[in-house]
């Protein structure tokens, strides 16, 4: 809810998407230099909300009444502006003498093809789509940008005049959602408001036609210059969003273990235990138990010797 400070008797807040709670406002580094509204302002204060495209909003105000603001001969008027458009205002009638004002704006009202009917629109934030254009409208979309992403309200001393027939709009507001992009440059603008399609509603009756007071100059203005997150996120109002955590490189695979890096006594209770596997698997090739064994039987049998003489005769007699 943003407050002016020295003037607490009026509240203004943005809710998003039918909330019951007004968004969260932030202190506006760079406030708007230019209203879109006649006159200056005796109060005035700035707040940056976040938008999101296609969300609905509505504005919300509550004003405890002062005796110089609303009895017999003057009223209370608030104003509200969309992206420099004007789109309604409400009255705070001498009825309303000592008590509090709690009021919200949340539709812009236009002209139906049906007798009798009206069209009730939401307002909702859209993204602006970036053209090329010529000179001719560079000019126009100049105008456009002064107060593009800014909601403006201003509350207004006023007296009234008189009664008159109410007759809804029938001309397009002013298009700021295509954008020439020579008229964007250096400007961080990427949301602008629009409306929902509507539903189609009795038309109202007539209307209050007031008279501003006090030359033009208005008791309170307030702005909020809505933007994305990405952009508040720039601007330092947010904090940015934490990067995501990288995974640890994983580790190498430990070389293969091999003997050669064993004590002996390991090798050989390794090669002990895997025979003790083995053994009942160990299979007997035919034939190499019968070699072997033949290999290793001791013949017991006498054998005879035969002598060499020296010149290399083989003797041989029994003898």
Not at 14 to 39: F, H, K, L, M, T
Not at 168 to 188: F, V
Not at 199 to 217: K, Y
Request: glycine share 6%; charged share 25%.
């Amino acid at each position: 809810m943003a407050v002016i400070d020295g003037l607490p008797e009026i509240e203004v807040s943005i809710r998003i998407n039918g909330s019951e709670d007004a968004c969260i406002e932030y202190d506006d580094p760079d406030p708007p230099e230019v209203s879109a509204a006649v006159g200056s302002a005796t109060h005035a204060t700035s707040k940056v909300i976040e938008s999101q495209i296609d969300a609905t909003f509505s504005i919300h105000y509550k004003i405890q009444n002062r005796p110089d603001w609303v009895n017999d001969d003057d009223v209370l008027a608030v104003y509200l502006f969309l992206d420099g458009n004007p789109i309604t205002g409400h009255v705070g009638k001498p009825a309303m003498i000592n008590e509090t004002i709690v009021s919200a704006i949340d539709c812009f009202w236009r002209q139906s093809t049906t007798p009798g009917k009206e069209i009730r629109k939401q307002f909702k934030f859209t993204p602006v789509r970036i053209v090329e254009s010529g000179n001719e409208r560079f000019v126009a979309d100049q105008s456009i940008t002064k107060h593009l992403g800014v909601i403006e309200v201003d509350v207004y001393r006023a007296k009234v005049q008189n009664i008159v027939a109410w007759v809804p709009t029938s001309t397009d507001l002013k298009n700021s959602r295509e954008i020439s992009e020579t008229a964007l440059k250096g400007r961080s603008l990427s949301h602008s408001t629009s409306f929902t399609e509507g539903a189609e509603t009795d038309a109202r009756t007539g209307r209050v036609s007031l008279n501003i007071r006090d030359g033009a100059m208005c008791v309170a203005r307030f702005f909020f210059r809505y933007k994305p997150k990405t952009s508040l996120q720039i601007d330092g109002l947010i904090p940015r969003d934490p990067s995501p955590e990288h995974s640890p490189e994983p580790s190498p695979p430990s070389p293969p273990q091999t003997v050669a890096n064993l004590p002996l006594a390991d090798i050989m209770r390794l090669a002990q235990e895997r025979l003790e596997q083995l053994g009942p698997q160990v299979k007997t090739e035919p034939g190499i138990s019968a070699k072997r064994e033949a290999d290793e039987e001791t013949d017991s049998r006498p054998r005879k010797i035969y002598k060499v003489d020296a010149d290399g005769t083989i003797d041989l007699s029994d003898d």
